[in-house]
């Protein structure tokens, strides 16, 4: 089945709006990556110790929350991936013509007089 992006004209500013986006996650999952490993924990490093009690090392709930989080924002970024991926595809197969390219619709770059 089509996505809705593979139906429509895809225009170059809704790419780099997509790809801004894309930006802004990445530095979010920095910081959440960051933000973990300043705690001295991973993302499959167990919250438990040998008797299955909480660690009393860490500060589990906040661990916790950090790796929702960032599980969610993984999840985004494939998302705006896909869409990035598809938007790209659709941009470069819809036919152009060449007065979307140039200014005047000729192959010179001198304007219509």
Known sequence: MPSL???KIVTRREILDMMNEKEKLEQQLKSLL?????????M????VDPQLFPRNDVDVYEIRLLRVRIIYIRNDLRAIMDRIEKGLNAYFTQNHTPE????????SLKLDE
């Open 100 to 107: 979307q390219h140039l200014p005047n619709g000729h192959g």
């Open 34 to 42: 960051e933000l973990l490993e300043s705690h001295r924990v991973s």
């Open 44 to 47: 499959e490093e167990p919250l």
């Open 5 to 7: 992006i593979e139906n």
